[in-house]
């Protein structure tokens, strides 16, 4: 009897990676494939979920091709992605619009609205005394509404990037408990969903609009469809199990399964995540999220915006192709970059302050600092802010 792998998929802000693991988590070959975001106004990113489906193809040819096994040893599959990145589709699944990725914070106003309700779903957002973040779900779509009411009238199903991939492979839409427990207001040992605050807000009908079914990680969405197999080189009706936010399924990965240990995670924006046998609410937190990862547990979460996007737009502006040479004039600065001070707020604050209008900044520049200096005054800046979170 032939080796069994598994086939994990990582939906990621620059890009897609697909990864081939033995059934014990060693990986055999990984590979990615980007795609780009469209910032057309201040506070808005955007990318189109065509490029998400052309690049789970890519990948996925290129990490079989890599590792050598045949597609009939993949024994399942699964996919995790950002959140929220919120979709509108038609009723025949294709987008009505640019996908509004999770760091677009252009409803500022629709979240002040949300705040304004004082409904008890807001708990989770400092124990209800607000702000709720904009890049979250209700707001996104609360802004499409007000703004693009034609784009929302058309928009059969409004969902997630992770739900989007999930249709196309398996024909079914649902949604994962993980996505809708941390960004959605849904609260599956209690009332599920937030239909209280949406008819507060004048947004009833996205309850029909979201998809209807809510998986947790692990279980089945379906098998391949013959169009899915063909499309990513794997056969028909292999399973596909639920994921969820790429970030709490870091979570597991790192072993942060029980409380007293902190997840740290890293990327285009940080995450800080925890968990909780008992719910909590507190000012300059978000949470506690009931069930979101594990059945019985509570997560508990602070976060920033930009961090590794920053530093990669650092490298970019510098026209540097890799880090190696800013980090080698970086590491023979001091610490404190010569007093020069970085924050971190490119696309607002996520926590504590929950400010999507805050902004960016270099403060203290001189005639004296160079590139490395600028390079160095970001990374201390991201490495503070996490330090702020934590404290």
Avoid at 208 to 216: A, D, T
Avoid at 310 to 337: C, H, Q
């Amino acid at each position: 009897m032939s080796k069994k792998y598994l086939l994990g998929v990582d939906g990621g802000t620059e890009g897609l990676r697909a990864g081939i693991f033995d059934i014990s988590g060693t990986p055999l070959a990984c590979t990615s494939t980007t795609y780009t975001t469209q910032f057309p106004a201040p506070s808005w990113a955007e990318q189109d979920p065509k490029d998400w489906w052309d690049a789970l193809g890519k990948s996925v040819r290129k990490v079989i091709l890599d590792s050598g096994i045949s597609v009939n040893q993949i024994a399942a599959m699964a996919v995790d992605t950002t959140c929220c990145s919120v979709v509108a589709l038609d009723g025949s699944g294709t987008p009505v619009r640019p996908a509004l990725i999770w760091m677009d914070v252009r409803s500022s106003e629709q979240a002040e609205q949300m705040v304004e309700t004082g409904d008890d779903a807001l708990r989770i957002n400092s124990n209800g005394c607000g702000p709720v973040s904009s890049e979250w779900m209700i707001p996104k779509a609360l802004w499409i509404k007000q703004n693009e009411p034609e784009i929302f009238e058309r928009a059969v199903t409004i969902c997630e990037y992770q739900d989007y991939i999930n249709l196309h492979l398996t024909g079914r839409l649902i949604s994962s408990i993980n996505n809708v427990s941390t960004r959605w207001h849904c609260d599956y040992t209690g009332d599920g969903v937030p239909k209280s605050l949406l008819k507060k807000l004048d947004l009833g009908e996205l309850v029909e609009k979201w998809p209807q079914e809510v998986l947790r990680l692990g279980e089945l969405v379906g098998g391949l469809t013959p169009r899915a197999a063909e499309h990513l080189g794997l056969t028909p009706d292999l399973p596909v199990v639920q994921g969820g936010a790429d970030a709490q399924i870091g979570m597991i990965g790192l072993g942060v399964v029980k409380p007293g240990n902190l997840a740290l995670i890293t990327g285009s924006s940080h995450l800080h995540l925890g968990l909780s046998e008992k719910p909590f609410h507190g000012t300059g937190i978000w949470g506690t999220y009931a069930d979101a990862l594990l059945p019985g547990l509570h997560t508990v979460e602070g976060g920033q915006t930009s961090t590794g996007s920053v530093i990669n737009w650092l490298k970019n502006l510098f026209g540097e192709s890799d880090y190696e040479s800013l980090n080698r004039d970086a590491s023979k600065l001091p610490p404190g970059s010569e007093n020069l001070i970085f924050q971190d707020h490119f696309q607002g604050n996520r926590t504590p302050h929950t400010d999507p209008k805050s902004r960016g900044a270099f403060h203290g520049l001189t005639l004296k600092h160079g590139r490395e200096h600028l390079f160095r005054a970001a990374i201390e800046g991201v490495a503070f802010g996490s330090e702020l979170i934590l404290e």
